[in-house]
Each structure stands twice: as structure tokens, then as C-alpha cells.
T-cell receptor, first 117, second 110 residues
Framework: GAVVSQHPSWVICKSGTSVKIECRSLDFQATTMFWYRQFPKQSLMLMATSNEGSKATYEQGVEKDKFLINHASLTLSTLTVTSAHPEDSSFYICSARDPQGAKNIQYFGAGTRLSVL | KQEVTQIPAALSVPEGENLVLNCSFTDSAIYNLQWFRQDPGKGLTSLLLIQSSQREQTSGRLNASLDKSSGRSTLYIAASQPGDSATYLC?????????FGGGTRLMVKP
């Protein structure tokens, strides 16, 4: 199946710094990518839908200035957590949809664990 | 707005038991339903995908069913093993996004 690579897998940063997470589709071109956040022992919550060449669509309650999304190419979307604070500590997972693939399937990255000190 | 509920939230069974995980949803206008497995601190592994027009899918010891009319899906795991211990998530695809259930944390004891 299609492969989505997410980097880094784990990051620790000081409060107030910015962190960038990359999501790459390795063997297909993804016009749409999705960013999810997962708090401990909770399910995945969609944060935003990233569209190549246009602005991301954010879910209600997600601060667009806090979570900057850039989808500059068909194989790369980035999520930047700006001025991170301890409450931003979470597990962030991206997914990508293969428009050429059947069944409208999303392929998931391995996730990034962010710890803000 | 689609709401997805998974019951039970946690389940502990002895090795070898057959078990059923439940997923219910409120809006039957879906493209497909997917079951995922998530190990602690890890990403998602897709287990089974059922298209809207299908009733069930099977892969090895796993069988997933879909009943849109009642808004339910089940994941049946036969002859459970300790290696099956994980969180199982169902997700509904309504076209442009997935809506996840809260998950069932499964523990299979040796």
C-alpha cells in the first residue's frame, strides 16, 4: 500500500519555541492531507485539512495562527506549532489521500510525539 | 454531524477467546468504514476497510461487518492472542474526512 512518512517521530522543546512537523507521501501525489491530534487515551481529532496550493481548512476550535499548515507540493505538508506551550504537548498524526487510489482511503504517518517543557 | 461511539471502552480477555468490538454511528451517508489498530505511542495500522455497499470484510482472524441501516459495525477477533493487545479504532469516511470513535483498549492476557 501507499506510504506516508512523518518526521520527526518525537520532539522535545522549550516553551515558546516553534516546532515543524513534516508529512510526506512517498509513492503517490497527495492533493489532500489531514492533520490530527491525539491526547493520551483519547481518540484522534481532526485539526485541519491541508490542500496543495491553497489555504488549509481548520476545524472549529483550532487556532490557525497557532498551527500553521503549508502544503506547498503534492508530496509534502508541514504543520508548525508556533510558540508552543505545555498544553500543546500531544501526539500529532498526519494522513494523505491518494487520488489515484481506489476506495477513498487515507494513509497514515507514524505520528509525532511533541513534549513541550 | 457524524458521531461515532465505540463500546466497550476497555476490554480484558484471556488468550484464546473470541471477541467482538462494537462501533456505532449516527449518519449512514458514508463512503466506507475502516478499522484501525494503534499500539501505545504509535501510529495507526489499517486492519480492514468496508465499502458502503459491502456487508463484511475478512482478513485472517479478523472479520468486520457493516450494517448501515442500524448504524453499526462490529470487529470480530477469533482466537485472540496477547499480540492482539492494542487500541482498536473505527473511523467513518463521509467523503472528505474521517471521523473516529473513541477506541476500545483491548488486553489479551496469556
Amino acid at each position: 500500500g501507499a506510504v506516508v512518512s512523518q518526521h520527526p517521530s518525537w520532539v522535545i522543546c522549550k516553551s515558546g519555541t516553534s516546532v515543524k512537523i513534516e508529512c510526506r507521501s512517498l509513492d503517490f501525489q497527495a492533493t489532500t492531507m489531514f492533520w490530527y491530534r491525539q491526547f493520551p487515551k483519547q481518540s484522534l481529532m481532526l485539526m485541519a485539512t491541508s490542500n496543495e496550493g491553497s489555504k488549509a481548512t481548520y476545524e472549529q476550535g483550532v487556532e490557525k495562527d497557532k498551527f500553521l499548515i503549508n502544503h506547498a507540493s503534492l508530496t509534502l505538508s508541514t504543520l508548525t506549532v508556533t510558540s508552543a506551550h505545555p498544553e500543546d504537548s500531544s501526539f500529532y498524526i498526519c494522513s494523505a489521500r491518494d487520488p489515484q487510489g481506489a476506495k477513498n482511503i487515507q494513509y497514515f504517518g507514524a505520528g509525532t510525539r511533541l513534549s513541550v517543557l | 454531524k457524524q458521531e461515532v461511539t465505540q463500546i466497550p471502552a476497555a476490554l480484558s480477555v484471556p488468550e484464546g477467546e473470541n471477541l467482538v468490538l462494537n462501533c456505532s454511528f449516527t449518519d449512514s451517508a458514508i463512503y466506507n468504514l475502516q478499522w484501525f489498530r494503534q499500539d501505545p505511542g504509535k501510529g495507526l495500522t489499517s486492519l480492514l476497510l468496508i465499502q458502503s455497499s459491502q456487508r463484511e470484510q475478512t482478513s485472517g482472524r479478523l472479520n468486520a461487518s457493516l450494517d448501515k441501516s442500524s448504524g453499526r459495525s462490529t470487529l470480530y477477533i477469533a482466537a485472540s492472542q496477547p499480540g492482539d493487545s492494542a487500541t482498536y479504532l473505527c473511523a467513518l469516511n463521509a467523503g472528505n474526512m474521517l471521523t473516529f470513535g473513541g477506541g476500545t483498549r483491548l488486553m489479551v492476557k496469556p
